[in-house]
């Protein structure tokens, strides 16, 4: 029996399941770790706001925390809102006592709403008590500012920040910089300080309201990848993935703010068709290895077809694509019929060929890749677009075809590898082919592993 990764998540319970415990929860289950919790306070919440508190008396705080930690045991702790300062202190005596080395501490403080988190008086205890047994503690430039007394406004305030707030005592510091003026354009940026050096976290911005729980999300799976073993700064690439990828799954709920969604449920094996498991499966291992250089600028997309396909509906590939994310490849959604265009085309074009050859990728161009594609001994093609007649050119989601058509009808057997240096604002791209995704994603594997 698989030993479970235990994380211990201590906060409030937010009734409306975006934020607090219920999202700690999805996002450690997500992590592929086991979350127990220990709750606070019980918060009467909607998307509009926090309507009322209740707390948990410190005294049952306690009793939650002995009953995990003198049987369970856990590898890594993540508080969030704490609320009374008695709590604050209780729980910053039992984690001295277990000896508790992966503690994150979310300094939450204020809902988005403005509603308080954290009483006026646990503020203290909280920098006191708890911060110096942090192993990292996560503010948001609001919470930040709190700690500093200082204003961010830029990267160079958040690093300075970083530091008055190591001198508090926790080993490392990582501040959050959804809030930072420009992140729109620029995208977020978070500082983690180790107490000698700075590493930058960065993701695209991605435009949504419902963000209600991104700064749960984001520390429970950082206490989620210290507990799986990574260093602080895997752990952190690690969370700012998770996080980015519950907000691009983010759902709406009621009038206001919707809530990221950790928690994106795996396909039901037994409910949906076999091109959608095999397609998800594949993913999967993709998502598991580096190839995020392999990502082209107008990112990939792997596509599966049903035997005999004739149409775009009987072929299955990502909605939203597959991106680059850090050095990974990362699919946002779940895979659809009649997801991709241009890869569904390529992959119909082909089954005229060869009916067994039914699933493609696009990756990255480069001759590099071209070289290692050789030299793994892959079979490899190419077309020219200069050659592509007129009319067919501005056939959108068509014109791949031609391509495909010229390098097929001057072969006998479907290539593993069709490439095309580009044209006219068109990207060069390379194409790998294969029965059935796994058998791509191997492919694609193999070329990532010689082009690090
Ligand atoms: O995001 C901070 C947070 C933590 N815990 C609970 C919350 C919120 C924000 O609303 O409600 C219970």
Same mark, same amino acid.
């Given at each position: 029996?698989?030993?479970?990764?235990?994380?211990?998540?201590?906060?409030?319970?937010?009734?409306?399941?975006?934020?607090?415990?219920?999202?700690?929860?999805?996002?450690?289950?997500?992590?592929?770790?086991?979350?127990?919790?220990?709750?606070?306070?019980?918060?009467?919440?909607?998307?509009?706001?926090?309507?009322?508190?209740? #707390?948990?008396?410190?005294?049952?705080?306690?009793?939650?925390?002995?009953?995990?930690?003198?049987?369970?045991?856990?590898?890594?702790?993540?508080?969030?809102?704490?609320?009374?300062?008695?709590?604050?202190?209780?729980?910053?005596?039992?984690?001295?006592?277990?000896?508790?080395?992966?503690?994150?501490?979310?300094?939450?403080?204020?809902?988005?709403?403005?509603?308080?988190?954290?009483?006026?008086?646990?503020?203290?205890?909280?920098?006191?008590?708890?911060?110096?047994?942090?192993?990292?503690?996560?503010?948001?430039?609001?919470?930040?500012?709190?700690?500093?007394?200082?204003?961010?406004?830029?990267?160079?305030?958040?690093?300075?920040?970083?530091?008055?707030?190591? /001198?508090?005592?926790?080993?490392?510091?990582?501040?959050?910089?959804?809030?930072?003026?420009?992140?729109?354009?620029?995208?977020?940026?978070?500082?983690?300080?180790?107490?000698?050096?700075?590493?930058?976290?960065?993701?695209?911005?991605?435009? *949504?309201?419902?963000?209600?729980?991104?700064?749960?999300?984001?520390?429970?799976?950082?206490?989620?990848?210290?507990?799986?073993?990574?260093?602080?700064?895997?752990?952190?690439?690690?969370?700012?993935?998770?996080? *980015?990828?519950?907000?691009?799954?983010?759902?709406?709920?009621?009038?206001?703010?919707?809530?990221?969604?950790?928690?994106?449920?795996?396909?039901?094996?037994?409910?949906?068709?076999?091109?959608?498991?095999?397609?998800?499966?594949?993913?999967?291992?993709?998502?598991?290895?580096?190839?995020?250089?392999?990502? #082209?600028?107008?990112?990939?997309?792997?596509?599966?077809?049903?035997?005999?396909?004739?149409?775009?509906?009987?072929?299955?590939?990502?909605?939203?694509?597959?991106?680059?994310?850090?050095?990974?490849?990362?699919?946002?959604?779940?895979?659809?019929?009649?997801?991709?265009?241009?890869?569904?085309?390529?992959?119909?074009?082909?089954?005229?060929?060869? #009916?067994?050859?039914?699933?493609?990728?696009?990756?990255?161009?480069?001759?590099?890749?071209?070289?290692?594609?050789?030299?793994?001994?892959?079979?490899?093609?190419?077309?020219?677009?200069?050659?592509?007649?007129?009319?067919?050119?501005?056939?959108?989601?068509? /014109?791949?075809?031609?391509?495909?058509?010229?390098?097929?009808?001057?072969?006998?057997?479907?290539?593993?590898?069709?490439?095309?240096?580009?044209?006219?604002?068109?990207?060069?791209?390379?194409?790998?082919?294969?029965?059935? #995704?796994?058998?791509?994603?191997?492919?694609?594997?193999?070329?990532?592993?010689? /082009?690090?």
């Amino acid at each position: 029996m698989k030993k479970p990764v235990r994380v211990l998540c201590i906060g409030g319970s937010d009734s409306s399941g975006g934020a607090g415990i219920q999202a700690d929860l999805k996002a450690v289950h997500a992590s592929g770790c086991y979350g127990l919790s220990v709750v606070t306070a019980v918060t009467a919440q909607n998307s509009v706001g926090v309507q009322d508190i209740y #707390p948990v008396p410190h005294a049952f705080v306690s009793r939650q925390l002995d009953s995990i930690l003198s049987d369970i045991g856990v590898e890594a702790v993540k508080t969030g809102m704490l609320w009374k300062e008695e709590s604050v202190r209780t729980i910053a005596r039992e984690v001295k006592a277990y000896k508790i080395k992966n503690l994150v501490v979310d300094p939450v403080m204020i809902a988005k709403g403005g509603y308080e988190l954290l009483e006026d008086r646990a503020k203290k205890t909280l920098i006191k008590n708890l911060l110096p047994l942090a192993f990292v503690v996560t503010p948001n430039i609001p919470e930040a500012e709190y700690l500093t007394k200082m204003k961010i406004k830029s990267v160079d305030n958040m690093k300075k920040a970083a530091e008055v707030i190591f /001198s508090l005592g926790a080993k490392n510091v990582l501040i959050k910089g959804g809030h930072l003026p420009g992140s729109k354009k620029k995208g977020s940026i978070d500082i983690l300080f180790d107490g000698k050096n700075y590493h930058e976290l960065r993701a695209e911005w991605i435009k *949504t309201k419902n963000t209600h729980g991104t700064g749960c999300t984001f520390a429970s799976a950082l206490a989620a990848g210290l507990a799986l073993g990574k260093d602080v700064y895997d752990a952190a690439d690690f969370a700012k993935i998770m996080v *980015t990828k519950a907000i691009i799954n983010s759902v709406p709920l009621g009038k206001g703010h919707g809530a990221v969604n950790a928690g994106m449920p795996l396909i039901s094996l037994k409910k949906k068709h076999e091109c959608l498991n095999k397609l998800q499966e594949a993913c999967n291992y993709l998502m598991s290895f580096k190839c995020g250089n392999l990502i #082209p600028e107008v990112s990939s997309n792997l596509v599966y077809a049903k035997a005999n396909a004739k149409n775009e509906n009987q072929v299955a590939g990502f909605p939203g694509i597959i991106l680059r994310l850090y050095d990974a490849a990362y699919a946002a959604a779940q895979p659809e019929f009649g997801a991709s265009k241009h890869m569904t085309h390529v992959v119909l074009t082909v089954m005229k060929y060869d #009916p067994s050859c039914r699933s493609v990728m696009n990756i990255k161009y480069s001759k590099e890749i071209i070289k290692i594609c050789r030299k793994i001994g892959f079979s490899v093609k190419s077309f020219d677009r200069k050659e592509e007649p007129k009319e067919r050119k501005e056939r959108e989601g068509f /014109s791949l075809e031609w391509g495909v058509n010229k390098v097929l009808a001057q072969n006998e057997m479907v290539p593993d590898i069709i490439y095309d240096e580009g044209g006219w604002g068109k990207e060069p791209m390379v194409r790998v082919f294969g029965k059935n #995704p796994i058998d791509v994603v191997k492919k694609v594997k193999m070329i990532s592993e010689r /082009s690090l």
